[in-house]
Protein backbone atom coordinates (compact mmCIF):
# COMPACT_ATOMS: atom_id res chain seq x y z
CA UNK A 1 0.00 0.00 0.00
CA UNK A 2 2.42 2.07 0.69
CA UNK A 3 4.56 1.92 -2.39
CA UNK A 4 1.44 2.54 -4.54
CA UNK A 5 1.36 6.10 -2.71
CA UNK A 6 5.22 6.86 -3.47
CA UNK A 7 4.99 6.15 -6.85
CA UNK A 8 1.63 8.04 -7.07
CA UNK A 9 3.55 10.80 -5.35
CA UNK A 10 6.40 10.44 -7.72
CA UNK A 11 4.10 10.86 -10.69
CA UNK A 12 2.56 14.35 -9.37
CA UNK A 13 6.03 15.55 -9.54
CA UNK A 14 6.88 15.05 -12.49
CA UNK A 15 3.82 16.25 -13.98
CA UNK A 16 4.52 19.84 -12.58
CA UNK A 17 7.07 20.06 -14.88
CA UNK A 18 6.81 22.76 -17.71
CA UNK A 19 4.60 25.98 -18.78
CA UNK A 20 1.28 26.64 -16.84
CA UNK A 21 -1.67 27.51 -19.31
CA UNK A 22 -1.09 31.50 -18.30
CA UNK A 23 3.09 30.95 -19.35
CA UNK A 24 1.52 29.11 -22.64
CA UNK A 25 -1.58 32.25 -23.36
CA UNK A 26 1.50 35.09 -22.63
CA UNK A 27 3.82 33.95 -25.30
CA UNK A 28 1.40 32.79 -27.72
CA UNK A 29 -0.18 36.04 -27.47
CA UNK A 30 3.49 37.79 -28.06
CA UNK A 31 4.24 35.88 -30.99
CA UNK A 32 0.64 36.65 -32.54
CA UNK A 33 1.04 40.07 -31.91
CA UNK A 34 4.93 40.28 -33.92
CA UNK A 35 3.02 38.15 -36.82
CA UNK A 36 0.53 40.23 -37.79
CA UNK A 37 2.47 43.59 -36.86
CA UNK A 38 4.78 42.02 -39.66
CA UNK A 39 1.98 41.11 -42.14
CA UNK A 40 0.04 44.29 -41.75
CA UNK A 41 3.01 46.11 -43.35
CA UNK A 42 3.76 44.87 -46.79
CA UNK A 43 7.15 45.60 -47.76
CA UNK A 44 8.26 47.58 -51.09
CA UNK A 45 9.92 44.32 -52.36
CA UNK A 46 6.33 42.57 -52.10
CA UNK A 47 4.86 45.66 -53.97
CA UNK A 48 7.31 45.39 -56.72
CA UNK A 49 6.89 41.81 -56.99
CA UNK A 50 3.60 41.99 -57.32
CA UNK A 51 3.90 44.14 -60.10
CA UNK A 52 6.76 42.06 -61.94
CA UNK A 53 4.12 38.84 -61.50
CA UNK A 54 1.27 40.77 -63.14
CA UNK A 55 3.76 41.87 -65.78
CA UNK A 56 5.05 38.26 -66.20
CA UNK A 57 1.38 37.08 -66.47
CA UNK A 58 0.71 39.63 -69.30
CA UNK A 59 4.11 38.07 -71.10
CA UNK A 60 2.60 34.77 -70.92
CA UNK A 61 -0.69 35.58 -71.80
CA UNK A 62 0.73 37.10 -74.95
CA UNK A 63 2.43 33.80 -75.85
CA UNK A 64 -0.34 31.75 -75.18
CA UNK A 65 -2.65 33.79 -77.37
CA UNK A 66 0.28 34.17 -79.90
CA UNK A 67 -0.95 38.06 -80.01
CA UNK A 68 -0.17 41.76 -78.82
CA UNK A 69 -0.68 42.17 -75.40
CA UNK A 70 0.09 45.43 -73.30
CA UNK A 71 0.16 46.24 -69.40
CA UNK A 72 -0.72 49.47 -68.25
CA UNK A 73 -1.23 50.79 -64.31
CA UNK A 74 -1.19 54.12 -62.95
CA UNK A 75 0.96 53.47 -60.33
CA UNK A 76 3.87 52.77 -62.75
CA UNK A 77 5.69 56.09 -63.84
CA UNK A 78 6.69 54.73 -67.92
CA UNK A 79 6.17 57.19 -70.61
CA UNK A 80 5.19 53.82 -73.02
CA UNK A 81 3.02 51.16 -72.11
CA UNK A 82 4.51 47.60 -71.53
CA UNK A 83 3.91 45.53 -74.68
CA UNK A 84 4.84 42.04 -75.28
CA UNK A 85 4.81 40.46 -79.08
CA UNK A 86 2.73 37.38 -79.69
CA UNK A 87 6.36 35.21 -78.88
CA UNK A 88 6.98 36.99 -75.38
CA UNK A 89 9.41 39.53 -76.70
CA UNK A 90 9.37 42.81 -75.28
CA UNK A 91 8.98 46.15 -78.16
CA UNK A 92 10.86 48.60 -75.65
CA UNK A 93 13.17 48.45 -73.33
CA UNK A 94 12.22 50.36 -70.34
CA UNK A 95 12.78 51.52 -66.80
CA UNK A 96 9.76 51.53 -64.90
CA UNK A 97 9.66 53.55 -61.58
CA UNK A 98 6.84 52.53 -58.79
CA UNK A 99 4.96 54.83 -56.89
CA UNK A 100 3.01 52.95 -54.55
CA UNK A 101 6.62 52.35 -52.25
CA UNK A 102 9.24 54.20 -50.50
CA UNK A 103 12.19 53.11 -51.95
CA UNK A 104 12.84 54.09 -55.64
CA UNK A 105 11.86 50.08 -56.62
CA UNK A 106 12.30 50.48 -60.53
CA UNK A 107 11.59 47.44 -62.90
CA UNK A 108 14.17 46.91 -65.78
CA UNK A 109 12.33 45.42 -68.69
CA UNK A 110 15.01 44.35 -71.89
CA UNK A 111 14.32 44.72 -75.38
CA UNK A 112 13.70 40.90 -77.30
CA UNK A 113 13.72 37.97 -75.07
CA UNK A 114 11.06 40.06 -72.51
CA UNK A 115 13.35 39.61 -69.16
CA UNK A 116 12.67 41.87 -66.55
CA UNK A 117 13.84 42.40 -63.06
CA UNK A 118 13.51 44.79 -59.97
CA UNK A 119 16.38 47.32 -59.19
Same mark, same amino acid.
Given at each position: ???????????????????????????????????????????????????? %?? $????????? +??? @???????ANLQTNYPICFNGKG???????????????? %?? $????????? +??? @?
Amino acid at each position: MERKYIFQMDKLTTMNKGFTLLEMMVALVAISTIMITQAAIPSSEFVAYRYL %NE $ITSVQINAI +HQV @KRLCYENANLQTNYPICFNGKGNSNRAQTILINDTIEN %NR $ILIYLGAGK +HFI @K
